[in-house]
């Protein structure tokens, strides 16, 4: 029995546990996946937003500048990557100008700040390589790491109390006169609320709650990572001029000097296809050249894709967020419907206003013990060379180098293994450590990486997993040894 079941474990719902573990409350999250950012929340630009994009008066405007505003302090109490370099979206002609000036107007309407427009020159002089005659500079935009920030959220949350159940699918939901009983991977859960969460399922499960009609779609939107070295030549994200329904392509660096190229945007009823089909790649080439043609084909280390679930309504039209209890329907459930971009910059706000109409109909006593700090991995290649000793004197697992493109330890590696969340993939390591994320992709350390998760978690070979069940490495023994 819970006080809150929370469904979903992306950023958003990670962000709700998190908040809500501030109050004396057994809380459980439901995810459907293996790990916490296997979806929308790890499959994104990792860009920090500064609210300037969206209607004037809406949520989407709203909680992405509050999300904005509270980065900085979320990202040193978690311990996650996170710059506020700024951003430019370039243009070329008169008309493009004038539709950054509406930009301006309407990102100082929603109380973002830090906008004003650049001449070439200082265009130039701020990214070398660019192609445009001028630019609109948000100064307090910036990047993070997606992965760490849903994961922070997550662990954070567990050291508080709450509880994890990966691999748990919502299957059915019954209303209850105290509550709900939820069914999910196979096992009953009762609570006194619910909150959906659920990310690309939001439909889904706002349809088990009674609360039916959102049509939800998604929004397939594919990227090319670039090689590290082109990082130091792209201190911010490039965009274009945005349409009233696009953001158009981006040349995006990452926290750790990777280049994004990307994304598409094509509306599909696929929510697990994530493969990149060649046009796209071609197509991507192609825009991003024509806005920053620092890079050839060879840089290419792999293509990913992600994608985002947007509440349309009977025309199309993408709506804005949904974030509700509806008394009548369905007492004690928060819905969340079509969290899509700027759903990252903007989780812990998005949580603090649904727990603010979980507070409008009942108190929760404060948790005294709330800790907001969590301490990420310490990564041995951000160390210096008197670090780096210092970390192997007190911990020899710290000078065995296990992935070489990305200069990860084995104890860096053990930590991932040992997560607070339980979870047991390649993957799940990955997103933690960045093993497996330089130019061979995991060539060296995937089979030492794979050893590891054997030994350390009691797993058969056969058990080992890239992500998601149906991505098993390995099919048996070729020989016993």
């Excluded at 790491?145 to 990966?166: C, I, R, S």
């Excluded at 192997?392 to 991932?416: F, H, M, S, W």
Aim: charged share 25%; aromatic share 8%; net charge negative.
């Amino acid at each position: 029995m819970f006080d809150v079941l929370i469904i979903g474990g992306g950023v958003v719902g990670s962000a709700i546990a998190r908040e809500l573990s501030r109050y004396r409350l057994k809380i459980g999250v439901l995810e459907k996946n293996p790990d916490v950012c296997f979806e929308t929340s790890g499959r994104n630009t990792g860009v920090c937003h500064g609210g300037f994009a969206y209607d004037i008066g809406s949520l989407k405007a709203k909680l992405c500048v509050e999300g904005n505003r509270m980065m900085g302090d979320l990202a040193r109490e978690l311990d996650f990557p996170f710059k506020r370099c700024g951003k430019v979206l370039v243009g070329n002609t008169p008309e493009e100008y004038e539709r950054l000036q509406e930009v301006i107007r309407q990102g100082e309407a929603n109380g973002a700040t830090g906008l004003h427009m650049i001449d070439d020159q200082e265009l130039h002089a701020l990214i070398p390589g660019v192609i445009g005659r001028f630019a609109l500079l948000s100064e307090n935009s910036g990047i993070l790491d997606p992965f760490l920030m849903t994961v922070a959220l997550a662990e954070n949350a567990v050291h508080n109390g709450v509880q994890y159940f990966l691999e748990h699918e919502v299957t059915g939901i019954v209303r209850n006169e105290d509550g709900y009983t939820v069914t999910a991977g196979g096992e009953l859960f009762r609570s006194r609320w619910v909150v959906n969460s659920a990310g690309l399922g939001c439909g889904k499960i706002s349809d088990m709650l009674g609360l039916k009609g959102y049509r939800v779609i998604g929004s397939k939107d594919d990227y090319i990572l670039l090689d590290q070295r082109l990082g130091k030549d792209l201190p911010m994200p490039i965009y274009t001029v945005p349409s009233n329904t696009y953001m158009g392509i981006h040349v995006t660096v990452t926290t750790d000097g990777n280049v994004l190229l990307g994304p598409t945007a094509e509306d599909t009823d696929n929510l697990s296809w994530y493969g990149v089909e060649q046009k796209n790649i071609d197509y991507l080439y192609k825009a991003a050249m024509d806005l920053w043609p620092n890079f050839t084909r060879g840089d290419y280390i792999r293509t990913y894709s992600g994608i985002l679930p947007k509440w349309v309504d009977e025309n199309g039209k993408i709506q804005d967020y949904k974030i509700e209890i509806v008394d009548e329907a369905a007492p004690n459930a928060v819905n969340l419907v079509g969290i899509e971009s700027p759903g990252l910059t903007a989780a812990v706000a998005i949580a603090r206003y649904a727990i603010s109409l979980m507070l409008e109909r009942e108190h929760f006593a404060p948790n005294e013990n709330f800790d907001p700090i969590r301490h990420g991995i310490r990564r041995f290649a951000d160390m210096t060379e008197e670090e780096q000793a210092e970390a192997i004197r007190q911990n020899p697992d710290y000078g065995e180098l296990v992935c070489r493109c990305q200069k990860v330890t084995r104890a860096e590696l053990l930590q991932a293994v040992h997560n607070p969340l339980g979870a047991k993939t390649m993957s799940g390591i990955k997103f933690r450590t960045r093993a497996m994320m330089g130019r061979c992709q995991g060539g060296y350390c995937q089979m030492r990486m794979s050893r590891m998760l054997e030994e350390e978690c009691q797993l058969k070979e056969t058990q080992i997993r890239l992500h998601r069940p149906g991505s098993e490495l390995f099919f048996g023994k070729v020989r016993e040894v």
